[in-house]
């Protein structure tokens, strides 16, 4: 085995298994959780230093601090380097700067992003508000003050948006329903330079979602089943079931878990739409949801511990002979589907006893 795939597979695992003993405190949406995982709010919170910088008119294309926003900056020159493009741009907007942050254990300057004025706002307001998001089970106050700025037209602040309510729990995401325009929403999930950044406004078409918008997903699903695709796959159950409920599980059921053909990388993006929606009581669809995932189980036995993990989450112990038989037939062939399984046996006999 290569050592990359070691890597992965070891982390996929221990993953796993936090996953199952903290399933409880897991509440970030599992769908589209953005690329990169550090967000420059991340940034700005761990610095040391925060600073708006333009270039040094004494030393041409490299930077000098105009304003320090957060710690002490005892020498205002910068070791980084201005490229071109946002020279021109700084010598053409005297108002703008770009923000940049010192991290004393790696003693190295990064920017944070180009700073238009509104940009410069935001991160005044985010260093204010910090403190209050630091403290533990603070973080969907920090996804719902970002949740006006996906309606942006400043890209840098809409981007930023993306990235932290991208990270919050799936009902945190339904409330920017009411925030981003539908014309934005449609533009941008039809604009193919987005692809990967899709899926949050994906599951946002599906949340109320017009006739005209239902039928999208729809038919949208069927091609990506038809083509076995697995790119923003999750996003797009994920809002097949907000629009059709049952009615989506029993498809997928039929289309994904009962096909034993199917990959199990494709098989997981449909557990993670069904997760999602299973987490959230008032959808009213967990019962249905632990059905199908029954027939995962026997028909994808590698993949049973994500079962494991949602239906301990969900104090669901119907299944304990079925988790039962699958461990006494040995099919289960890594560590963390195993464990999720003993998890689950175990608790489920601890609540019976009890």
Same mark, same amino acid.
Request: hydrophobic share 45%; proline share 4%.
């Given at each position: 085995m290569s050592l990359v795939k070691y890597a992965r597979e070891y982390l996929a695992a221990l993953t796993l298994s936090c996953i199952v003993m903290f399933g409880g405190q897991a509440k970030a949406c599992m769908v589209c959780i953005p690329f990169p995982k550090e967000t420059a709010t991340d940034q700005l919170l761990r610095a040391d230093v925060v600073v708006l910088a333009r270039e040094n008119p004494e030393v041409p294309f490299s930077f000098v601090a105009v304003n320090v926003l957060k710690g002490d900056l005892e020498e205002p020159e910068i070791d980084l380097f201005v490229d071109s493009t946002k020279r021109r741009r700084l010598a053409l907007n005297p108002e703008h700067s770009v923000v940049l942050t010192y991290d004393s254990v790696t003693d190295h300057w990064k920017s944070a992003g180009?700073?238009?004025?509104?940009?410069?706002?935001?991160?005044?307001?985010?260093?204010?508000?910090?403190?209050?998001?630091?403290?533990?089970?603070?973080?969907?106050?920090?996804?719902?003050?970002?949740?006006?700025?996906l309606a942006e037209t400043d890209r840098a602040l809409r981007e930023l948006a993306y990235l932290e309510v991208g990270r919050s729990s799936y009902d945190t995401i339904r409330r920017a329903d009411t925030i981003v325009p539908d014309e934005q929403l449609h533009r941008f999930i039809a604009d193919p330079m987005y692809i990967e950044w899709h899926a949050l406004y994906i599951l946002l078409l599906g949340v109320d979602a017009k006739p005209n918008e239902a039928e999208m997903i729809r038919a949208t699903m069927q091609r990506i089943a038809k083509y076995d695709q697995t790119l923003n796959l999750s996003a797009w159950a994920t809002a097949l079931v907000e629009v059709d409920g049952e009615k989506a599980v029993d498809w997928l059921e039929e289309v994904y878990f009962s096909a034993a053909d199917r990959t199990p990388d494709t098989v997981l993006e449909i557990i993670k739409a069904l997760s999602v929606h299973g987490a959230r009581k008032q959808s009213?669809? /967990?019962?249905?949801? !632990?059905? $199908?995932?029954?027939?995962?189980?026997? =028909?994808?036995?590698? %993949?049973?511990?994500?079962?494991? /993990?949602?239906?301990? !989450?969900? $104090?669901?112990?119907?299944?304990?002979? =079925?988790?039962?038989? %699958?461990?006494?037939?040995?099919?289960?062939?890594?560590? !963390?589907?195993?464990y999720a399984i003993d998890y689950y046996i175990g608790r489920s006999r601890s609540s019976i006893s009890n």
């Amino acid at each position: 085995m290569s050592l990359v795939k070691y890597a992965r597979e070891y982390l996929a695992a221990l993953t796993l298994s936090c996953i199952v003993m903290f399933g409880g405190q897991a509440k970030a949406c599992m769908v589209c959780i953005p690329f990169p995982k550090e967000t420059a709010t991340d940034q700005l919170l761990r610095a040391d230093v925060v600073v708006l910088a333009r270039e040094n008119p004494e030393v041409p294309f490299s930077f000098v601090a105009v304003n320090v926003l957060k710690g002490d900056l005892e020498e205002p020159e910068i070791d980084l380097f201005v490229d071109s493009t946002k020279r021109r741009r700084l010598a053409l907007n005297p108002e703008h700067s770009v923000v940049l942050t010192y991290d004393s254990v790696t003693d190295h300057w990064k920017s944070a992003g180009y700073a238009t004025a509104e940009y410069q706002e935001l991160v005044v307001k985010i260093l204010a508000l910090a403190p209050g998001w630091n403290r533990s089970g603070h973080a969907e106050n920090r996804a719902t003050f970002f949740l006006p700025y996906l309606a942006e037209t400043d890209r840098a602040l809409r981007e930023l948006a993306y990235l932290e309510v991208g990270r919050s729990s799936y009902d945190t995401i339904r409330r920017a329903d009411t925030i981003v325009p539908d014309e934005q929403l449609h533009r941008f999930i039809a604009d193919p330079m987005y692809i990967e950044w899709h899926a949050l406004y994906i599951l946002l078409l599906g949340v109320d979602a017009k006739p005209n918008e239902a039928e999208m997903i729809r038919a949208t699903m069927q091609r990506i089943a038809k083509y076995d695709q697995t790119l923003n796959l999750s996003a797009w159950a994920t809002a097949l079931v907000e629009v059709d409920g049952e009615k989506a599980v029993d498809w997928l059921e039929e289309v994904y878990f009962s096909a034993a053909d199917r990959t199990p990388d494709t098989v997981l993006e449909i557990i993670k739409a069904l997760s999602v929606h299973g987490a959230r009581k008032q959808s009213g669809l /967990r019962g249905h949801i !632990a059905k $199908s995932y029954d027939v995962l189980i026997r =028909t994808h036995p590698s %993949l049973a511990g994500w079962a494991a /993990r949602d239906l301990t !989450a969900w $104090s669901d112990w119907r299944f304990v002979d =079925t988790f039962a038989e %699958l461990r006494r037939s040995q099919q289960t062939t890594d560590s !963390a589907t195993a464990y999720a399984i003993d998890y689950y046996i175990g608790r489920s006999r601890s609540s019976i006893s009890n």
